[in-house]
């Protein structure tokens, strides 16, 4: 038996061929028949091209049936996915290509003069083009293409994809994941999300993000579920598909959306079972109006690059506004302090993780990989956590986003919920800036609600946490803006923060 992660993938679609796959904004439909048979074509394509197992594929290209064929067709040819953010300029390609070594390349026909020279100068032998319509050199003559009939066999611990880190404390690092990563986490999705037949997801998030790609994708798939497969979320298109759904993945800024039109009513998902939300951290004001105006409560869950899906919230049971759940079936977790000490309930350290969704280690970067994982197999995640008494877990922020102010640790997570809690404050991000006096100091950005904001003040909304948290957990300086920097997942870049009000605190003296 094939540890390759298509040869499941095949046993489905062969079981629902007439069935469809993926249902497109402009009325096409692709079946679970045709996803096979362009799937087989790309494939023998792509072995036409020199691709061998074991060789690197990159992908830059418009979400598609066409770019998730090609997903597929990797593995079925025995090659490594390598995902790409189709924001990616060609200084950030340019790494990509020189530290992964794909085979070849393939990206928009728009972008492919920019691009193939900054490829071909990092090694790579070919370079071919896909658009979001299927054109493309890739694609020429494919129906003259004989598909590719058996599926190359892979070990289910050979090398599925390398997704890259965002790379905000460096350059990014590819996470290598398995087969076995990738088939094992789907499978566990399967079983505790309930997937059962019948089930369609509405799917509007980007391929090249292990959300929309493994979590999303993988996970229909394996059901043999319809997708309504949307180029990119737009709250009004959801709204109207909603009722032919059963099953939404979404970042929370997607259900803010939703939640600010007035025909987003209960009627609208009254054919849903299942909203789930990821990638960033659902604000529980946003849990909490949602579930008052649909009356679902949203499944939140936790995962990264690394690991996949680590928990969830239960699909049967409470599902806790600000927590993330328990760990998935045969995933373990614990919260440590920096030695790897395992510490106590309620109290906050670095959650670690072991299971078979871990990956493999990062890309030509053993000494890395080897720093982040402790000698009983548990990786460092990162993320500051707790674990509460009944289980559940609450990731309270990335390590690297702790701010030392004077000696004392202040988990932004903290300030943030009591500042989003006041009247007025529609979401905020509280980061750290240098302090000559104490390390750090305590710096946030609030976004008023709409009309609200001649309501705000700095000293008033300084003075409304003060009550509430200690001092030296209290921002010293507090800006307003519009909206928050965010990157493609929904995810608030404190990166950008940090750097944009570096020199807040200059000459700040002894507080």
């Known amino acids: 038996m094939s540890g390759n992660l298509y040869a499941t993938f095949a046993e489905v679609f ?15 439909v692709w079946s679970y028949g045709e996803l096979a048979t362009e799937v087989g074509r790309l494939a023998r394509r792509l072995q036409d091209l020199g691709v061998e197992p074991g060789d690197r594929v990159a ?36 790494y990509f290509a020189g530290d992964a070594t794909p085979r070849v390349f393939v990206c928009d026909p728009d972008r492919a003069a920019e691009l193939a020279p900054v490829v071909e100068g990092q090694g790579v032998p070919r370079v071919v083009t896909l658009d979001a319509d ?53 499978r566990a999705l399967h079983r505790i999300w309930g997937f059962r037949d019948g089930d369609v997801l509405l799917h509007a998030l980007p391929l090249f993000h292990v959300h929309g790609l493994f979590v999303a994708s993988n996970t229909a798939l394996l059901n043999g579920s319809k997708m309504l497969f949307l180029p990119r979320f737009d709250a009004a298109t959801a709204i109207r598909l909603l009722p032919d759904a059963t099953v939404m993945m979404g970042v929370p800024t997607y259900y803010v959306r939703l939640l600010e039109r007035d025909d987003f009513t209960a009627a609208v998902t009254a054919n849903m079972r299942l909203f789930v939300s990821g990638s960033a951290p659902l604000q529980p004001e946003t849990w909490r109006q949602f579930k008052a105006r649909t009356g679902h409560g949203i499944l939140e869950r936790y995962g990264m690059t690394e690991a996949g899906m680590i928990t969830s919230n239960p699909l049967d049971g409470e599902r806790r506004p600000g927590t993330v759940g328990f760990p998935l ?4 977790v614990r919260v440590c302090d920096g ?4 510490l106590g309930r ?37 993320d500051n956590a707790k674990i509460d008494a009944d289980g559940y877990v609450h990731i309270v922020g990335r390590a690297k986003d702790l701010i030392v102010s004077g000696g004392y640790n202040v988990y932004p997570k903290e300030v943030e919920l009591v500042l989003d809690a006041i ?3 529609k979401e905020s991000a509280v980061f750290g800036a240098p302090h000559a006096d104490l390390g750090e100091g305590v710096a946030a950005v609030v976004v008023p609600e709409p009309g609200r904001e001649a309501e705000l003040s700095e000293a008033g909304l300084i003075r409304a946490v003060r009550e509430q948290l200690a001092g030296y957990k209290t921002p010293k300086r507090l800006f307003f803006a519009e909206d928050l920097p965010r990157n493609t997942m929904g995810k608030v870049q404190k990166q950008q923060l940090r750097e944009d009000h570096a020199t807040i605190f200059d000459g700040a003296g002894r507080v």
């Open 134 to 186: 299927g054109r493309g050199s890739l694609t020429e003559a494919l129906d003259r293409v004989s598909p590719l009939d058996a599926t190359v066999p892979r070990a289910p611990d050979d090398i599925a994809a390398i997704c890259y880190t965002s790379g905000t404390t460096g350059r990014p690092k590819g996470a290598m994941l398995s087969h076995w990563n990738l088939e094992s986490n789907a």
């Open 423 to 425: 009247d007025g404050v």
């Open 329 to 332: 079936p045969d995933v373990e």
């Open 346 to 382: 309620d109290e906050i350290g670095i959650l670690e993780v072991r299971g078979p969704n871990l990956f493999h280690g990062y890309w030509n970067k053993p000494e890395k990989t080897a720093e982040e994982f402790r000698a009983d197999g548990f990786f460092i995640t990162g």
């Open 59 to 94: 992908v830059q290209v418009a979400k598609s049936p066409w770019a998730l064929a090609i997903y597929l067709a990797c593995f079925k040819a025995g090659a490594i996915y390598l995902p790409l953010n189709t924001g990616y300029t060609a200084a950030e390609v340019a």
């Open 14 to 28: 062969a079981e629902h061929r007439d069935r469809p796959a993926l249902a497109l904004a402009d009325g096409g």
């Open 339 to 342: 030695d790897g000490r395992a």
